[in-house]
C-alpha cells in the first residue's frame, strides 16, 4: 500500500496543511474512488479499512493511520511506490495464532538519514513508543540502547526476560524509516514477533523455512517491509541482496536477538551464530563505500555470564569499544525455592496436590467433566471422542490407542513429525527487569508466606513424554492442563498458545519448546519438574513468571539424592567439557542450603547483588541449616586421599599437583569417592553405615574450600576422583586442633532422613554374609528383571555366543 505524491499534493491542496486531515481526505478519497469501482493502487488499503469497520476493529484502523503519519513526519515526503498490501495485520487481530505470513503495515515511504534523526531523537522515539504501543516513556536502558545506536556504535544489551528488549531494536525502524534486520533463532518466535508488530502498526516479515509464501523475501529485499526477522542461516545466504537493500532503502542496523547463542560457553550454542562475523565484514563502511559508518550491531540476551559477553564481542568482531547495556538480573517478585522428589509418577500426588488445589478449589468436577477435560487435552477432537464414550459416569476411561481415529496417544505424538520438524526445539528466554525494581516494591514479610494468585503455570520437564503423563494426570484431577513439545501437532501447538493466552488452559507442562515469545503478564508459577541442563536455562525459563511484577512462584522438584545427567544432544569433547560445568553449577545451586537463591543466581550472571537477601526464597525463608563441626570427618577423609598419593612428598611439603597428573596410569592410581568411602566404612566403626551420598557432600565442601579437586581429565557434575591440593594438605597439617564448622548441604541433610536400604550397606563389602543384609534382601520384594542377554562383539566368547543364540 501507499499513496502517491500527487494524492498527497491534491489532499494538501483540499484541507490544508494538516497531516491528519490530510490523510483522512487519501482514506476517504481512496474509499470512494473504489466503491466506484475505479481500481487504484489504494485498492486494498480500503479494502482493508472496510473490513476494519466490518469487523469493528476500529482500533486497528487507527493504529494503521498513525504508522503512516509517523513515516511522513519522520520522512518528510512520500514515495511514488504505491506498495502491495494485504490484509494480514487485520487477520493478526483477528486469530492471534495465524498461519505465517509477510505483514505489511506501512507505506513505502522514502527514508532519512541516520543524522536526520537529529538530537531530538528521544523526543521522537518517545512519541512513536506512546502511539505504536502505548508507553509513556523509553526506559532507561532501552535509551542506552538507542544512544549507542544514534552514535552509530556496536551495544551488547543485557537485560532481564520480558524487560523490553525488542524495543531496542523495533524504534530505530520507525524513527529513520530504514530496514532494521533482525537475527532471532526460531521461526516461531520470530512468527509471533511479526503478529505483535503488525498489531501495533508496525511493518515486518520473517525469513527462512517457515515462510510459506515465497515472494516474500524478494519483497523484502526490495525494501517492503520495515522490519526482517531471519534467521542465521538465511541471512548468510541474503549478504548480496541486502548490500543493495543497504543502497536502496539503507539499514539502520543489525540486531542479533538471544545474542548468547553465538557462544560455546552459553547454554544454547549455536554454530551459524558464530558465522554471523560475516555481517561486520561485510557491511562496513570500508567494505561499501556509500556508508558512511559501518552498519551498528546490537546483540542483545538476558542470560549470559561474563565469559559468554566477552566470547560474543569478539565472535561477532564488534567494534573494539561497543557500549555495554547492562541492567540487573534481579527480580524481585520472583520466589526462588528447590524440593526433593524423584520426579517420578508416583511423586505426582504429592508434589502437585497444592497445584491441583489452587484450580480446583471452587470447581466440582464430575468425573464426565474430567472425562471431557482429557478429550479436548489428549485428543484434540472433542466432540467426537466424547461422543465415542461410554455414558457411564462412574468408568474413568482414558483414552486409548486402540480407536479407529488417530487418537493422541503417546506413541502417536511421538510419531507424529508434521510442519513444525522446521522448528527447533530449542528454547531461548531470559529473565531480566529493567534494574529498577527492589524488594521494596512488596512487601518482603508478608510476600513470603502469602499463596500467589491463581493465575498460569507453566510446568518445565525435560521429555517429551513427561509432557504428556504429567498433563494427562493433572488433567484427571481435574485442572485445565494441556501438553506442549515440539513434535506435537502444529494444530495442538497454536491451539494451547492461544488457550493458555485466553486462560481455557491453566497449566501448560512443556519441555523447553514452550519458551521464547511467551509474554504472558499473569504466569503465576513456572514448576521445574526435573533438573534443568544450566542455571541460564533454568532461570530464562523461570523468567516467564511474574512478568506483571506482581509475586510469583518458582519451584524446581529435582531428585537431590542423584546428580543431574546430560540429556542427549550431539557435542564435541569441548561442548561435553561444557555441558557439565553447566550442569555441575545447576545441581551446586540446588543443594546448597546456606546463600539466598536469588542472590546465587545474580551472582551467577556475574552481578553484584547489592540486597542482603532477597527474603523470598525459601532459604532466606527457613534459614540455613545447623552448623556441624567436621572436622573428625574431614581429617580422615582428607587423610585417606592424601596417603594415596605420595605421602613422602606431601609430609615434606613438596606435592607438586601436576607431578601426579603426569605418573597417574593405572584407575588403581586414581580411587574415585566410592573407594575412599568403602575405605573409611571399613576401617571407622563408628562411620560403618554413613552414606555415600553424605561424603560426596563433604567432598564437595572441600573442594570449594579448595583443599581437593577433580583428578580426573574430564568434567564431572561433582568430583569423582578425589586428589588433594597444597592447600588442602596444609589443612590437613594444620587442623589437629581446630574446628571445621560448615553447613552441611541438601543431599547430606537428605542422607540423614533416608532410611538406609541394603544396597548402601553392601557397598562396604560384606554383602550376602552380613546378616542384616541378607535379612533386608529376604524380605525385600523380588525385583522383576527382564533377562537379558548381552554378547559382546569385541570378544571372541561374545561372538561365539550371539552366533549360537541365533
Ligand atoms: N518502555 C516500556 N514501557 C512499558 N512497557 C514496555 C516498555 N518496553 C517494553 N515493554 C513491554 O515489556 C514486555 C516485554 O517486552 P519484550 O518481549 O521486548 O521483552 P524481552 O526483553 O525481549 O523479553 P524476552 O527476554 O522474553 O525476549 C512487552 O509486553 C512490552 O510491551
Ligand atoms: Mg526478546
Known amino acids: 500500500m501507499g499513496f502517491q505524491i500527487s494524492e498527497a499534493t491534491e489532499a494538501i491542496k483540499e484541507v490544508g496543511p494538516s497531516l491528519n486531515n490530510a490523510i483522512d481526505f487519501i482514506l476517504n478519497a481512496c474509499s470512494s474512488r473504489n466503491e466506484d469501482g475505479t481500481s487504484n493502487g489504494c485498492s486494498k488499503k480500503v479494502t482493508r479499512k472496510r473490513d476494519f469497520s466490518v469487523t469493528g476493529k476500529k482500533s486497528v484502523g487507527r493504529m494503521r493511520q498513525l504508522s503512516i503519519m509517523d513515516h511522513l513526519q519522520s520522512a518528510g515526503k512520500v514515495n511514488k511506490t504505491c506498495h502491495e498490501s494485504d490484509t494480514s495485520a487485520s487477520r493478526a487481530k483477528e486469530l492471534p495464532f495465524q498461519e505465517p505470513i509477510g505483514i505489511v503495515t506501512g507505506i513505502g515511504l522514502s527514508y532519512s538519514k541516520e543524522e536526520d534523526v537529529g538530537p531530538d531523537w528521544e523526543v521522537k522515539a518517545n512519541a512513536l513508543l506512546q502511539k505504536h504501543f502505548g508507553f509513556a516513556s523509553l526506559k532507561r536502558f532501552q535509551k542506552e540502547a538507542l544512544a549507542a545506536w544514534i552514535a552509530h556504535k556496536d551495544c551488547l544489551v543485557l537485560a532481564a526476560t520480558g524487560s ?128 558512511k559508518f559501518d552498519i551498528p550491531i546490537m546483540a542483545l540476551t538476558a542470560t549470559a555470564t561474563t565469559r559468554v559477553r566477552e566470547d560474543i564481542i569478539k565472535s561477532l568482531q564488534m567494534s573494539e569499544d561497543p557500549k555495554i547495556v547492562l541492567t540487573s538480573f534481579f527480580r524481585p517478585n520472583l520466589r526462588f525455592s528447590v524440593k526433593h522428589s524423584k520426579t517420578y509418577s508416583s511423586s505426582y500426588e504429592r508434589d502437585f496436590r497444592e497445584l491441583i488445589e489452587t484450580y480446583t478449589r471452587n470447581q466440582k468436577y464430575s468425573k464426565k467433566n474430567i472425562l471431557n477435560e482429557i478429550n479436548n487435552n489428549w485428543l484434540g477432537c472433542t466432540e467426537e471422542t466424547a461422543s465415542s464414550e461410554s455414558d457411564d459416569d462412574d468408568a474413568i476411561t482414558l483414552p486409548t490407542k486402540t480407536s479407529k481415529r488417530k487418537q493422541l496417544s503417546v506413541e502417536y505424538l511421538e510419531d507424529d513429525s508434521d510442519l513444525f520438524l522446521d522448528v527447533d526445539d530449542f528454547d531461548v528466554t531470559c529473565g531480566e527487569f529493567d534494574g529498577s525494581s527492589s524488594t521494596k516494591d ?107 511484577g506482581k509475586l510469583a512462584d518458582c519451584v524446581l522438584y529435582a531428585n537431590l539424592s542423584r546428580m543431574p545427567s546430560l540429556l542427549p544432544n550431539k557435542r564435541s569433547e569441548e561442548q561435553t567439557r561444557q555441558a557439565y560445568k553447566m550442569l555441575s553449577d545447576c545441581f551446586r545451586y540446588a543443594i546448597r542450603t546456606c546463600r539466598c537463591r536469588a542472590q546465587m543466581l545474580v551472582q551467577y550472571f556475574g552481578e553484584d547483588f547489592s540486597h542482603e537477601t532477597c527474603h523470598l526464597c525459601d532459604i532466606c525463608i527457613k534459614g540455613p541449616p545447623e552448623k556441624q563441626d567436621l572436622k573428625d570427618e574431614a581429617r580422615i577423609l582428607m587423610g585417606l586421599i592424601a596417603a594415596h598419593y605420595d605421602k613422602r612428598s606431601y609430609e615434606e611439603g613438596s606435592y607438586d599437583d601436576d607431578y601426579k597428573h603426569n605418573r597417574r596410569q593405572t584407575w588403581m592410581e586414581m580411587p574415585n569417592v566410592r573407594m575412599f568411602v568403602s575405605k573409611i566404612r571399613e576401617q571407622y566403626e563408628q562411620h560403618a553405615a554413613t552414606d555415600l551420598l553424605w561424603w560426596r557432600g563433604l567432598v564437595r565442601i572441600l573442594e570449594d574450600k579448595g583443599y581437593l579437586r577433580e583428578g580426573d581429565d574430564k568434567t564431572h557434575v561433582q568430583i569423582k576422583f578425589p586428589e588433594p591440593t597444597k592447600l588442602g594438605l596444609e589443612f590437613l597439617r594444620s587442623m589437629s586442633e581446630e574446628v571445621f564448622y560448615v553447613w552441611p548441604e541438601a543431599d547430606m541433610l537428605l542422607s540423614q532422613t533416608m532410611p538406609k536400604s541394603y544396597s548402601s550397606f553392601s557397598e562396604w563389602g560384606k554383602g550376602w554374609a552380613h546378616p542384616q543384609i541378607r535379612k533386608q534382601r529376604l524380605l525385600a520384594k523380588p525385583r522383576k528383571r527382564k533377562l537379558q542377554r548381552h554378547f559382546h562383539s569385541a570378544t571372541v566368547r561374545g561372538r561365539l555366543a550371539a552366533k549360537l543364540s541365533k
Open 164 to 291: 523490553g528488549k525488542s524495543l531496542c531494536f523495533q524504534i530505530p525502524a520507525l524513527l529513520t524509516g530504514k530496514v532494521v534486520v533482525v537475527i532471532s533463532p526460531l521461526i516461531s518466535l520470530m512468527h509471533d514477533q511479526c503478529l505483535k508488530l503488525a498489531r501495533h502498526g508496525v511493518s515486518a516479515c520473517f525469513l527462512g523455512s517457515g515462510q510459506i509464501d515465497h515472494s516474500v523475501e524478494e519483497k523484502s529485499m526490495r525494501g517492503m517491509y520495515g522490519i526482517i526477522y531471519v534467521c542465521p542461516e538465511t541471512i548468510l545466504r541474503l549478504i548480496k541482496p541486502l548490500q543493495s537493500l543497504a543502497e536502496s532503502r539503507g539499514i539502520a542496523l543489525f540486531a542479533i536477538d538471544e545474542v548468547h547463542c553465538v557462544s560455546k560457553w552459553g547454554h544454547d550454542f549455536r554454530p551459524d551464530y558464530r558465522r554471523l562475523s560475516a555481517l561486520r565484514d561485510n557491511f562496513s563502511a570500508k567494505k561499501l563505500s556509500f556508508l
Open 442 to 548: 512488596l512487601d518482603v514479610c508478608a510476600s513470603s508466606i502469602q499463596q500467589v494468585e491463581q493465575g498460569s503455570t507453566i510446568i518445565y520437564v525435560p521429555t517429551r513424554k513427561d509432557t504428556l503423563t504429567i498433563a494427562k494426570y493433572l488433567s484427571t484431577c481435574g485442572v485445565k492442563a494441556a501438553a506442549y513439545h515440539a513434535k506435537l501437532p502444529k494444530s495442538h501447538l497454536r491451539q494451547v498458545h492461544k488457550e493458555f493466552h485466553e486462560n481455557t488452559v491453566q497449566v501448560v507442562v512443556a519441555t523447553i519448546a514452550f519458551g521464547m515469545g511467551i509474554d504472558k503478564l499473569d504466569v503465576r508459577r513456572i514448576i521445574h519438574y526435573g533438573w534443568p541442563q544450566s542455571l541460564e536455562a533454568y532461570y530464562q525459563e523461570a523468567g516467564r513468571a511474574g512478568r506483571d
